[in-house]
């Protein structure tokens, strides 16, 4: 029954598919590079729709829903974006029994058909800020794929927002860009760096592109999400204009940023171990899983039974689980068709943070059994200490793993000036390089070339060393121009 | 600014349309056949999908998510089923820039892909019953469209149901014609009837197909929902089967059920008059609006923003709202750059349930002036009084829709058993007609060919009329096999 995961010091790919797959998140489809979400994947998904959508809409933004298809005349009008998108396109030729006249791109992003509406919606500055976002499913050809981290179609949102000037969409660009953050941080525990990409790596589309960046157990950088400033690209293409105070039309400024369901296989791969999943609470369903443990003396089933009821509705119903950031969501087990050590290794392989198990020997002791997933250590627990426990070791879980996972960035992130020091450590040991580059794409596709290592970013914040001086660029050592960047290699 | 609304007597399908776009609940996009969703409309949909979805989940199903794209191949493995969807289909032969081998179908409906998973999913009985839900957009070319009614995309929950036994199937058919029936009810105000569809008229691919269908205020019927119990069907082209607890492999018993972003278009058609959206409390955000209106005295200015600021706190805190089955939403309209008679326009416009004003003389009189959108008939509240009196009138708007939506049709449904008298009536008066059919589908095809109106149901319950015995066909005056059935012009 039980498949043996591959530890990550064997084969860190492998095991990343066998927690994906034996914690039934995903599996593969018929479909080449589409994957299906599975329930217990998909309740993460939930979990961060529900929590972000609010974060979203608290910036003024609302929902909407926007055609799937795209005529392929859009696509080709912003120069930057056809060259980026169309070699990923998937395209309908053929609709109702007949040939399209116009061909529809299936859409891999939605500025062109967003901006089509955008400039019929528009009159007048009274119209702006227009902020819009919608979460929908986007295909994007591609020829390796991976689960969660690169499939031919994803689920996401994308948000899509006018502004009067090319200050305030700059603003509204980092106030999601602030939003990405908090929510990485808070929610999925997971740290990661802001920046800026290099105009190589920025959005197909986009003046600015910015982003976060995660680090994953295996020493690699992860694209959490990004957030554009698109100036007036978008706007010159598809004539979005307002009449402004001072009676001239122009051009409305833009905005759009996005997340996907990446963000589960980063999750995946920040906070698990070899034994399977471990979810931070705040996206896990259930957050605590109550096993009655059967003895052989069947007097006491009767006993066991009710007392794990008792304690759900005890638990559920205490002053302290309320002052949870979520609804405490408890599940109890009693399935008696599986065995006591079947059901440690399932909970323990789909991440439920707290199992508590209750036998014979426990209901004489008044007390539970306590283990916390992150951690394994079983220890007994009063029934009338466990909510205050349970609501304790909660928020103590979502801490940890934040900290852990921040430490172990700072343990591999390099402060490096040498090239050669570069080149041999990224090769032995992977990890964050933070160092100066002259903003010359020549040197940064030289790294590329000779390290497989991408510029991640250009840092916005100095998250790992305090830098006083210019310094030179890594690779050409010239000083003019030069910025703090962060090398790696990535997923 | 404010365009008319064409009254209903005089064109309904035009006040349809003006009342959609007027309130920007949808709008045409350049991609023919689909619509764009926009914030109005779309927060009816969270609304929708948030209460159903819970519905759904207290069944035991869980949500995932499955390839927008079916291979060509998948479509055609149930004989009925390629029948029925083909001519619809929505086909990408080209994608990453090379023609494709096997093409793909955009989504109708996911029986087929989702057949594959489970047949890869399901070994024994222990894997049953499998219950899966998912949001989801489909596309099916349309020739003739209309904004949430009959659109080329549209958005839906499909679940998908796996059991042991043909009777269990039948059960979970029925389970979900029962929740979608309380849903339309309860949260949408829309009276239903229930019932099976005839053998012309089922789903392809299935045995049986359920249906709940309402009556819209131009007299015509509009399905709103369906449950299939698809029996073995897609389970013998795909073999889905199980190991049974003797040993053999069995197929297993499926169902499927789905109802989609029409359900807006039923609530404009079903409860909205002349002056625009009338939405039943349970769906609107903001449920109340609160607007101060400025008199010509600068110095109440101060003493009235703070006042309504006051209000919608002490309504939000007290004791009676938090009695309502949702949490309340107040909305106050502090813009002073339009004029409060275009904001009472605008709010009844769009639909907001109870519609606050607060002027120099209500504030000295202690009071708000209170309209409810769908009486418009004002009224002088204290504000000690104002918590209890919007809780009551929301609770009574909800009931009030319903039982007038009822009303409505029990007034044009017609007991009929002479095919001249209900060809003549129906052509003049519309309605829903309750009469008796052989079963034979020579006839049902008479009646669609000469009157328009199409057999929407055999009915499971006698909503209208008790009927005790066996009448003849209304159209062959056989007394053979005939069913209680429903006819009615539909959309």
Known sequence: MAEKITPRSQDFSKWYQDVILQARLAD???VKGCMVIRPNGYSIWEKIQSNLDQRIKSTGTRNAYFPLFIPESFIQKEAEHVKGFAPQCAVVTYAGAKDLEEKLIVRPTSETIINSMFSKWIQSYRDLPMLINQWANVVRWEMRTRLFLRTTEFLWQEGHTCHETLEEAEKMALKMLTIYTQFCEDVLAMPVVQGLKSENEKFAGALRTYCIEAFMQDKKALQAGTSHNLSSHFAKAFHTVFLDKDGT????????????????????????????????PRVSSP???????????????TKIKQKVHELKKMVLNSVEIKTLPYPLEIHIDEDETKQAGWKFHEYELIGIPIRLELGPKDLDLNQ?????????????????????KITEELLAMQKDLFEKAKKFRMDHTHLISSYDEFKKKIATEGGFYETSWCQNVACETKVKEETKATLRCILLDQAFQVRTS???????????NTVNVLFAISY
Chains 1, 2 share one sequence.
Request: with cysteine; aromatic share 8%; charged share 20%.
């Open 28 to 30: 593969y489809s018929p």
């Open 287 to 301: 957050h605590v899983v109550i096993l009655p443990i059967f003895g052989k003396d069947p007097s006491t089933f």
């Open 249 to 280: 039309q122009k051009l409305v400024f833009q905005t759009s940023w996005g997340v996907s369901t990446r963000l589960i296989g980063g999750l995946v791969m920040m906070h698990s171990d070899d034994r399977g999943l471990i979810l931070p």
């Open 470 to 480: 210019q310094n030179p660029c890594v690779v050409c050592s010239s000083k003019s």
């Open 368 to 388: 539970v059994t306590f283990v916390r997933r992150d951690l394994g250590k079983k220890e007994g627990v009063p029934f009338t200490e466990l909510s205050q």
